[in-house]
T-cell receptor, first 111, second 117 residues
Framework: GENVEQHPSTLSVQEGDSAVIKCTYS??????FPWYKQELGKRPQLIID?????GEKKDQRIAVTLNKTAKHFSLHITETQPEDSAVYFC??????????FGAGTQVVVTP | GAVVSQHPSWVICKSGTSVKIECRSL??????MFWYRQFPKQSLMLMAT?????????EQGVEKDKFLINHASLTLSTLTVTSAHPEDSSFYIC?????????????FGPGTRLTVL
């Protein structure tokens, strides 16, 4: 089955700096890669997603890149703000269309 | 659009009792609903996939007789935790995939915090 690995587990950045989170997946049939932001006690919130026919997607300060050959994808947050502090999860669909989540990255943005 | 609700948002029960959690898609029909469990400081772990009108598919290691899933309509799935024990205390989250349009995206409910005493 699909196995998604996510790094780093924690990330501390200064406000205004960029944050990068990286994920790898194992199932070459995976074709949908969403990223979620989760605040404590809340539901995961989709912030951006990418499909396998696209290499890069950007939405304001957030961008995602996908390398299907290497089976890895990354989240980039530029000009970080304190409200970006949260846990971020990457995920990938397996061949059954089920989402497999990475372990999560705790992002702390310090003013 | 694409709103998913869960009820209750939190529940405290005694060990040995059963608890039912509802997941509803409010403004769309969901072919498939998923149930996840999330322990503190951990990721979401898929428990089971629920398809309307058919039996749920459980992930390896999840006891189907303990976690009963019913998907009676295209807008409602229920998870019943039977004979709950303290180790079942967790954050249970459902998600739903739409019948129409882009059906890759899953829409998540707000979660149910279960505490078993």
């Amino acid at each position: 089955g699909e196995n998604v690995e996510q790094h780093p587990s924690t990330l501390s950045v200064q406000e205004g700096d960029s944050a990068v989170i990286k994920c790898t997946y194992s199932d070459s049939a995976s074709n949908y890669f969403p990223w979620y932001k989760q605040e404590l006690g809340k539901r995961p919130q989709l912030i951006i997603d990418i499909r396998s026919n696209v290499g890069e997607k950007k939405d304001q300060r957030i961008a995602v890149t996908l390398n299907k050959t290497a089976k890895h994808f990354s989240l980039h947050i530029t000009e970080t703000q304190p409200e970006d502090s949260a846990v971020y999860f990457c995920a990938a669909t397996d061949s059954w269309g089920k989402l497999q989540f990475g372990a999560g990255t705790q992002v702390v943005v310090t003013p | 659009g694409a709103v998913v609700s869960q009820h209750p948002s939190w529940v405290i029960c005694k060990s040995g009792t059963s608890v039912k959690i509802e997941c509803r898609s409010l403004d769309f029909q969901a072919t498939t609903m998923f149930w996840y469990r999330q322990f503190p400081k951990q990721s979401l772990m898929l428990m089971a996939t629920s398809n309307e009108g058919s039996k749920a598919t459980y992930e390896q290691g999840v006891e189907k007789d303990k976690f009963l899933i019913n998907h009676a309509s295209l807008t409602l799935s229920t998870l019943t935790v039977t004979s709950a024990h303290p180790e079942d205390s967790s954050f249970y989250i459902c998600s739903a995939r739409s019948l129409a349009g882009d059906n890759d995206e899953q829409f998540f409910g707000p979660g149910t915090r279960l505490t078993v005493l």
